[in-house]
């Protein structure tokens, strides 16, 4: 069974930076397309950043361009989400999810089988 757990959220400062993580248990990591989600309170789940699998190709949501980054180290099989330059908007439950058969990086949410529990990041002004 594969499982996903998050780790990394906490509370942060306006302006500065967390680095999330997610660990995969399971089958073969890198078999897996990756993606981060995040959602606020009163609000639907929003796509942050996706990955293929092997890393070289990348998708992110135009309110995190040039601030969060993603990438994978399919020997840790782990992926990362590198968010810099925090805002209050910023502030979430972050998901990880994963899912096999997946051609390429997909925004929706339903194009992925596996998810995280969720980490929270709160931002503050």
């Known amino acids: 069974q594969v499982q996903l757990v998050e780790s990394g959220g906490g509370l942060v400062q306006a302006g500065g930076s967390l680095r999330l993580s997610c660990v995969v248990s399971g089958r073969t990591f890198s078999s897996y397309v990756m993606g981060w989600w995040r959602q606020a309170p009163g609000k639907e789940r929003e796509f942050v950043a996706g990955?293929?699998?092997?890393?070289?190709?990348?998708m992110s949501a135009d309110s995190v361009k040039g601030r969060f980054t993603i990438s994978r180290d399919n020997a840790k099989k782990t992926v990362y989400l590198e968010m810099n330059s925090l805002k209050d908007e910023d502030t979430a439950v972050y998901y990880c999810?994963?899912?096999?058969?997946?051609?390429?990086?997909?925004?929706?949410?339903?194009?992925?089988?596996?998810w995280g529990q969720g980490t929270q990041v709160t931002v503050s002004s």
């Open positions: 999810a994963a899912d096999r058969h997946l051609p390429s990086i997909s925004r929706g949410a339903r194009a992925y089988d596996y």
């Open positions: 990955i293929s699998r092997s890393g070289g190709s990348i």
